[in-house]
């Protein structure tokens, strides 16, 4: 199940992060994760939202809201997220892309990006799955000289806002 992400949702998931999550917001930050990152994403400018799994948050996501054209999709998650549990999240992701997309959406972005830490195959084909283009890789930008994999999709003009469905069989808007 999918709802808006809450605090308590991000401080639950970020003290449990996967280790690939971890290494990702040390190279991006230079600081170990816990409370504050939990905080940071919460109160990210934009659309996020909790991913449940046995009634317990298990992953969050969203889109930060960088300025009045572009925004970075981001995601962290616990370990043992199941399948079932992708699909949400994926549709979740498409939703918010799609939505943050559309040319009838007052907060539009025509440019979405996705920083990725360069060799997480899994981070890379989530991007790729959600439409992002690989664009190149930002050699050393990491805090302690890793590297990160820059994605990126251009919003197509004339797109409206799609009729949000919502999958009876789950629950998920999609």
């Known amino acids: 199940m ?5 605090l ?16 990702c917001v040390r190279a991006a930050t230079g600081r170990e994760p816990g409370e504050w990152f939990a905080v940071d994403r919460w109160q990210s ?3 996020a939202w909790t991913c ?3 009634g317990m948050p298990w992953a969050i996501g969203g889109l930060t809201l960088v300025n009045d054209w572009a925004g970075v999709a981001w995601f962290v998650a616990r370990p043992g997220l199941r399948r079932s549990s992708w699909i949400a999240v994926v549709r979740a992701m498409h ?7 559309a040319t009838d959406n007052p907060q539009r972005r025509r440019r979405i990006e996705a ?5 997480w195959v899994g981070a890379s084909a989530l991007a790729r799955h959600m439409g992002l283009q690989f664009e190149g890789l930002r050699v050393g930008a990491g805090a302690r000289g890793e590297s990160f994999e820059m994605w990126g999709l251009v919003a ?7 009729e949000l469905e919502r999958d009876t069989a789950t629950g998920v808007i999609a």
């Open 115 to 119: 920083h990725v830490l360069h060799g």
């Open 156 to 162: 197509p003009e004339g797109r409206k806002t799609p």
């Open 45 to 47: 400018n934009g659309p």
């Open 95 to 101: 939703r918010v892309l799609r939505a943050s997309t």
């Open 52 to 54: 449940l799994q046995d």
């Open 2 to 6: 999918i709802r808006d992400l809450t």
């Open 8 to 23: 308590l949702d991000a401080c639950i998931v970020c003290s449990d992060m996967r280790a690939e999550d971890v290494a």
